[in-house]
C-alpha cells in the first residue's frame, strides 16, 4: 500500500510539473508576442512567435532542420562519451592516488581557467574542420564537472564499509563493482547530468569557428542574412536537445538509483 501510493504521488507530482512548465511556457509566448506588438521592432529585429513557427516549419519540411539537428547531436554524443568515459577513469585514479592529485590538480584547474572560445579556434586548427574537433571541444567541456563528481563520489564512500570489504577478503575488482560504484553513483550522475547540458555548448562553439553544418552553422547563416527568426529556430532546437539529454540523464539516474527508493521505504 506505501509504494502504491508513493506511486501516485510521484505521478501526480509530475503531472503538475508538466502542468506549471505548459502554463509558464504560453505565459512567455503571450508577453513575447505583446512585446512585438507595442515597440512594433522590425521582423529581423524580433520576429513574432508567428514568425519563428512558420520559419520553423519551413525548416522542419525542407530537411534542413533535422540534417543540422542530427549533425549537432552525433557530434554532443560522441563529446559526452569521450569527456565523460576519460573524466570517469582519471577521476577514479586520482581518487584512489592523493599524490597523483596534487601533482595534476594546478593543470586541471588552470585547463577551467581558459575560455572554450579561446582554445577552439586552436583545436579547428590542429584537428580540422571536421567532426573531430567539435567532439574534443564537447569532451572538454564534459570532463571537469564529471571528473570533480567521480572524485567526491569515489571518496564518500564509508571507511567502515571499505573494512567490511577487506575483512570478507575481497579483490579490487569486487571492492570496485559492489562497493564503489554503487556509493559513487549518485554523485557520479549528477555531475554527468551537468555535463550533458554542457556539452551542447560545446558542440555550437565549435560550430560557431568553423563549420559548414550543424545547429551553431545554422545560427552563422540566420545571423549573416539577417534572418532572426532562424536563429530562434536553432537555439530553441539547442534548448530540446539540451533538454533531452538532461531528461536521459535524469531517466537514468533514477533507473540506476531504485534501490535508494525501496531502502527509503
Not at 98 to 122: D, N
Not at 136 to 150: G, R
Amino acid at each position: 500500500m506505501g509504494i502504491n501510493s508513493s506511486h501516485q504521488l510521484k505521478k501526480q507530482s509530475q503531472i503538475s510539473s508538466f502542468s506549471i512548465a505548459a502554463i509558464s511556457l504560453l505565459l512567455a509566448l503571450l508577453a513575447w508576442q505583446l512585446v512585438v506588438h507595442f515597440t512594433d521592432l522590425p521582423s529581423f529585429i524580433l520576429p513574432s512567435p508567428a514568425d519563428v513557427g512558420a520559419r520553423f516549419l519551413r525548416t522542419l519540411s525542407d530537411g534542413s532542420l533535422l540534417y543540422h539537428a542530427s549533425v549537432t547531436l552525433l557530434e554532443v554524443l560522441l563529446g559526452l562519451l569521450l569527456g565523460t568515459a576519460a573524466a570517469t577513469a582519471l577521476g577514479y585514479l586520482l581518487a584512489k592516488s592523493p599524490l597523483f592529485e596534487r601533482l595534476l590538480a594546478p593543470y586541471l584547474v588552470a585547463s577551467q581557467a581558459v575560455p572554450i572560445v579561446a582554445i577552439a579556434p586552436l583545436l579547428i586548427i590542429w584537428f580540422g574542420p571536421g567532426i573531430s574537433s567539435k567532439v574534443i571541444i564537447c569532451a572538454l567541456i564534459v570532463f571537469f564537472p564529471v571528473l570533480v563528481n567521480t572524485i567526491v563520489g569515489v571518496r564518500a564512500v564509508p571507511s567502515a564499509l571499505r573494512d567490511l570489504m577487506r575483512s570478507l577478503r575481497a579483490t579490487r575488482w569486487q571492492t570496485l563493482r559492489y562497493l564503489e560504484i554503487p556509493a559513487a553513483l549518485p554523485v557520479f550522475l549528477g555531475g554527468l547530468r551537468i555535463g550533458a547540458a554542457l556539452s551542447v555548448i560545446g558542440a555550437v562553439v565549435g560550430e560557431f569557428v568553423g563549420a559548414d553544418r550543424g545547429l551553431g552553422f545554422l545560427i552563422n547563416v540566420g545571423r549573416g542574412q539577417y534572418d532572426t527568426a532562424l536563429v530562434f529556430v536553432a537555439i530553441f532546437a539547442l534548448i530540446i536537445l539540451a533538454l533531452v539529454l538532461y531528461g536521459a540523464v535524469a531517466w537514468l539516474e533514477s533507473y540506476l538509483l531504485k534501490w535508494q527508493v525501496w531502502r527509503s521505504q
